[in-house]
Structures are given as C-alpha cells and as structure tokens.
C-alpha cells in the first residue's frame, strides 16, 4: 500500500511537493482553503516583453495543470485541518470541508497519514497601514499585486490621455518589508518590479517608469543581466518617497529625497506602484498550534537549522514555499521539492 | 565634502549609541525619508538628517557637535514617525545636543536660548492662527509675514 501524505495548501510549494510525492509512489492529499487551487501564482501574469524574462509563472501553471489531472493526488478543496494527533508515520488528521453550495453540511473526514507538509503560504503586507502612500484613497496607487492581476485581466494599464504632459509610472520598493515590525527583504519586489518596468516600456514607450528603491536586490541566477538591460530605459532613484497626494490635476505627487545628489524633490506620476511586502499568512500561528510547529522570529514557520529549512521541530512535518519565508517561484518550486524529497529519503530508511 | 581619515573618530557611533535616546543610531540604512519628510530641510536645503546620521557613522565627531545642523532641528518628530529602522531621529538629535554640550563645543546658556526661541516660536504661531481665525471671514489674502509683524507690534511678545 503507498504512503500518504497530508500536503496543507495547494499553492505552488505544495503542488509542487505533492507532483514530487506522486512521482515517488506515494498517495498525496492536498488541502485547499479556498474553492480553487493554484494559490497566488493563478492571479500573476505572464512577464515577457520581446523576450522572456523568466518569471516562472508559467511553469507555476503548467504545474497547477499537471496537479489536477493526477490520479495520486486527491485534492480536497474548500477545506481546512481541525486536528491533528500522532507522530511520524501515522498522523491522524482531521479536516472539515465547507459546503459548495448552501444546501449542503459541513462535512468532516478523518485521514490516517504518514507525513505532513504545511505549505500555506504568505499574505502581503497591508500598505494601507502606510497611510502616507495613499493606497485605498487615490485610485492611481496600486500594489503589485493589483497590477499583476490588471495586467493579467487587460494586457496592459490605461495611461490617461494628455497632451501637456508624458504618461508616467513610479514603483516604490519595501512598502511593508525591512521596517521594525517585518524586518527581512521580501526578495521578490525588486524582481518584480523591474519585469513589469521593463514589459511597461516596451507595451508603452511614450510612458516614463521609475523606480525608487533602498538597494536592488537582484538576487537569483542571470538576473544581473536584466538590471543592467534596465538601466538603459528605466529611471532609477535611491531614495523612498514620504508621501503620495493628489495635486489639482488628478495625477500623484510623491516627496522624497534623492539621494544620490542629496536634496529633496517632488515628481508626479499617474500611477504609482507599492512593492508590498510578504508577511506571514495570519492563519500561521493557528496551524502551527495545531500542528505543533515552532514559529520563527518573524512568525514564520520555523525550521531546526540554519542550514536545513524544511525539516520542522516535530519529526514527519516539513514546511514547504513561502510560509517558511519569502521565496520567488522558482525557489518556491525548489523548497517545496525539497520538502517532498525529505519525506521519500525519511521513509527510505 | 571631504573625508579625512586621521580626524575619524571610530568610537563616535557608540558614544552616541550609549547616550540615552542615540541606541538605534547604527540601524539606519540611508532611505532618505527623514530628509524626505523633515519641515527644515523644506527650507534649507543644506540641512540634511539622513547626512547628518552618515556623519555620525563615519566618525566625524568634530564636524557634527561643531555643526549648526544640530540646532536647526524643531523636534518635530515627523522623521522619528516615517522611520522604517526606529533610528529615533529627534532623539538622536537630543543625544548630540547634550554631547555638545558636555564636550564644550557651545555653552549650556547657548542651549537654554535655543530652548527659549523654540518656546516662542510656539507663541508666535499661536497668536498668528489665533489672529487669522479673528479674521477669516473678511481678509483672505493677507501674508504671514504681515500677520507675523502685526502680531510682534501688538502683543509685544
């Protein structure tokens, strides 16, 4: 008979484990909160403007594909875990299933499972809590997330019509992350940020794109290369604007100091784009309550070592993606493989 | 502006972070808000907060406790609210000041007039909003500086 596995979430990371799972002849079920599955990435767009920039999102979704149609993975969505007792190689697992329609019960299932992968993800920083930004009051200011979705939705942003000035767009980088109470690098806005500048320019010339940050962090292999292919079309200003208002004419005007010459200037714009940051999903310290996980510092799932980040502190459980910290998609992919390798090499022994 | 290495004072940062008010001086990681959002630098270009930082990091002891910068601050704490890193500018600015103090860069009397021209200041601007309040309904375009020197004439402040 195969193993099973409880994967808790079927974003990225845990579709990810659970098709490394199913490979690996065990039996897989995916729990899903929501009515679909897929998580972020079924919301993000594809990134390429003459050329691809490799934002994974389409191997997400091809993933997300292959998911449904395997037939060693049950997914079970609209779903969440009550309870869970047992230790390494029989969990037993409550999970209560919302009803599709109103006329149906909550129906509740018991599950006898191997092992555990909690894989729930993040949530992103709430930029109206940065009231100077103005995000929720001008209609112009949006966070990634929202262009993402609109570029998904339109294909492109609608630049309003002038003649007495250029169309323009600014993004502003760490709106929610390396601040006192999310103190880390989001690793993922500087990267986002700088595609969607760069498929900005190319859909729209006449638009000016800015982009303010702290420091680019351009982590991730070849990604020097689109930074410097950046540098050409794209404005970039150290320096984090203070405020977004609404001057007379409809368009937002940020303050900030720039600081590669050191004084204080004002810009205006007609969109303006804040790179929130990931935080950790609020249902974190409930499941890992449940499950008897440690937190780390930041609320995140926490891991035994520095060097391991998927083994957690209970044997059998093992965090994949971006509840563990934030990861972009291909890291995501990785950890969540990662996790699911763990568990073939555990029960190997 | 020139760097010399041999006026460093390397233990500068610590001294301030020992000072009450000057712990988070270290975290700072130059995003420009407390300049971007300071009300002095609006006006005089050459007042810089997140320099000022960069200075005390550098070591450049002589040069900030000798600096008129330290003075220009209104303790408006508006840099200490947007901070990201909680480096509690206003109160790093109150560390400095009783540095300066203390290593006799200026007077202690120095430090209770500029104490006095911040009280009234408050006076003043009281008495401005007080007197457009009085008449807002009957001249709308009058000057500051005319309400300004109206109110030194008659109440004599």
């Keep these: 008979m195969k193993k099973k596995v409880l994967v808790i979430g079927a974003g990225i990371a845990g579709i990810s484990a659970a098709l490394e799972l199913a490979k690996c002849d065990f039996y897989v079920y995916l729990l899903e909160k ?11 767009t594809c990134k390429a403007h003459d050329k691809c920039t490799k ?38 697992v409550e999970i209560e299933q919302n009803p599709m329609h109103t006329d149906q019960e909550l129906q509740e299932q018991k599950l006898a499972v191997h092992a555990i992968i909690p894989a729930i993800g993040f949530e992103l920083f709430d930029v109206k809590q940065y009231g100077r930004l ?18 998904l939705e ?62 680019i962090q351009n982590a991730g292999k070849g990604f020097a290369p689109v930074y410097e ?12 604007p203070v405020e977004v ?38 249902g974190t310290w409930d499941l890992a309550r449940k499950l008897g996980i440690n937190l780390d510092e930041y609320g995140f799932f926490g891991t035994t070592g520095t060097f391991n980040s998927n083994d957690t502190n209970v044997k059998g459980i093992f965090t994949a993606g971006s509840c563990q910290g934030p990861k972009d998609i291909p890291d995501t992919i990785a950890h969540g493989i990662a996790a699911a390798e763990r568990i073939v090499e555990v029960f190997a022994k | 502006m020139a760097l010399l290495i041999n006026e460093q004072d390397t233990k500068f940062k610590y001294d301030v972070a020992r000072e009450a008010g000057g712990e988070n001086i270290t975290l700072c990681f130059a995003c420009g808000l407390c300049t971007a959002s300071c009300p002095v630098s609006e006006i005089d270009a050459d007042y810089n907060p997140r ?68 009280s009234f200041m408050q006076k003043l601007r009281h008495e401005m909003v007080m007197t457009i309040v009085d008449r807002k309904n009957k001249e709308t375009d009058i000057r500051p500086e005319h309400i300004a020197s109206d109110v030194l004439k008659k109440r004599s402040l």
């Design chain 1, 34 to 44: 929501n009515a679909s599955i897929g998580g972020w990435v079924s919301s993000f």
């Design chain 1, 55 to 92: 934002c994974s999102v389409c191997v997400a979704k091809r993933k997300i594909r292959e998911v449904l149609v395997h037939p060693d993975i049950s997914i079970l969505t609209n779903s969440t875990l009550k309870q869970c007792h047992g230790e390494i190689g029989h969990f037993d």
């Design chain 1, 134 to 151: 103005g995000y929720g009051r001008y209609r112009g200011v949006l966070t990634g997330f929202d262009l993402e979705k609109t570029m």
């Design chain 1, 154 to 215: 339109n294909g492109n942003l609608h630049f309003p019509v002038n003649n007495t000035h250029a169309p323009s767009i600014a993004f502003i980088q760490c709106a929610g992350s390396r601040n006192d109470n999310n103190n880390y690098c989001s690793r993922v806005c500087c990267k986002y940020a700088m595609r969607f500048a760069l498929l900005i320019k190319h859909l729209n010339p006449a638009v000016s794109v800015t982009i303010f940050f702290i420091d």
């Design chain 1, 229 to 240: 292919e950046c540098v050409g079309s794209i404005q970039f200003i150290r320096g984090i």
């Design chain 1, 245 to 282: 208002i609404e001057n007379p004419g409809k368009r937002l005007e940020v303050r900030y100091e720039n600081i590669a010459q050191g004084n204080v200037k004002r810009d205006v714009f007609d969109f303006i784009i804040l790179s929130a940051g990931i935080v950790p999903r609020p």
């Design chain 2, 51 to 118: 320099k000022i930082i960069r200075m005390v990091l550098l070591g450049m002891r002589q040069r900030v406790l000798s600096s008129d910068f330290i003075w220009l601050c209104t303790q408006c704490y508006t840099c200490q609210a947007h901070c990201p890193q909680k480096v509690n500018f206003s109160d790093v600015m109150k560390a400095l000041r009783s540095m300066a103090v203390r290593e006799g860069y200026v007077t202690p009397a120095f430090m209770e007039r500029i104490k006095e021209i911040d």
